[in-house]
T-cell receptor, first 112, second 112 residues
Framework: GAGVSQSPRYKVAKRGQDVALRCDPISGHVSLFWYQQALGQGPEFLTYFQNEAQLDKSGLPSDRFFAERPEGSVSTLKIQRTQQEDSAVYLC??????????FGSGTRLTVV | AQSVTQPDIHITVSEGASLELRCNYSYGATPYLFWYVQSPGQGLQLLLKYFSGDTLVQGIKGFEAEFKRSQSSFNLRKPSVHWSDAAEYFCAVELGFQKLVFGTGTRLLVSP
């Protein structure tokens, strides 16, 4: 596609509920990143894929967070047993060598 | 640890006046540096980037930034601000595998 597409745009989850956030990167982009942006803060790195391989997951805040990209294109970020501190905007970005990052518009997750 | 500091949380500039947004970084090697802009409810748009070479970098929308190694700074400038420039601005440094570390952002307000 022309840009990075994320869905849903907004998600309200009750505490303890599981959520799945989807990222559709630019076609052909090898690298895919997930970032978490808390209110009033800059984005913070969560995890990175090169094709289907998850090369860095050092930013995932707990084992409740899980990301996958099974066929090297679409990626899903899953959060189990959501907590209030998980409320944030989750940004996805894709890139290819020489092209730089393209960010999606994000998914705003609110845990109530 | 690598970090990016944006000392100004908010800046208000009159339309037509010049703008400078400050960014300082802490990074052992020669960094790759970026400025992004984020409008409300939107993803991050790349304004400009510095990899090497000329320390004065031109970007989109009339922005420029100057890399000063001696001051560990990469300040963003624009000679004449337009009302549409009101947004949040983020400075970032790239680590290995294209992972970005962002500052906390500066919110630009433009007064008539």
């Amino acid at each position: 596609g022309a840009g990075v597409s994320q869905s849903p745009r907004y998600k309200v989850a009750k505490r303890g509920q599981d959520v799945a956030l989807r990222c559709d990167p630019i076609s052909g982009h090898v690298s895919l990143f997930w970032y978490q942006q808390a209110l009033g803060q800059g984005p913070e790195f969560l995890t990175y894929f090169q094709n289907e391989a998850q090369l860095d997951k050092s930013g995932l805040p707990s084992d409740r967070f899980f990301a996958e990209r099974p066929e090297g294109s679409v990626s899903t970020l899953k959060i189990q047993r959501t907590q209030q501190e998980d409320s944030a905007v989750y940004l996805c970005a894709s890139s290819t060598p020489g092209a730089g990052y393209t960010f999606g518009s994000g998914t705003r997750l609110t845990v109530v | 640890a690598q970090s990016v500091t944006q000392p100004d949380i908010h800046i208000t500039v009159s339309e037509g006046a010049s703008l400078e947004l400050r960014c300082n970084y802490s990074y052992g090697a020669t960094p790759y540096l970026f400025w992004y802009v984020q409008s409300p409810g939107q993803g991050l748009q790349l304004l400009l980037k510095y990899f090497s070479g000329d320390t004065l970098v031109q970007g989109i929308k009339g922005f420029e930034a100057e890399f000063k190694r001696s001051q560990s700074s990469f300040n963003l400038r624009k000679p004449s601000v337009h009302w549409s420039d009101a947004a949040e601005y983020f400075c970032a440094v790239e680590l290995g595998f294209q992972k970005l570390v962002f500052g906390t952002g500066t919110r630009l307000l433009v007064s008539p």
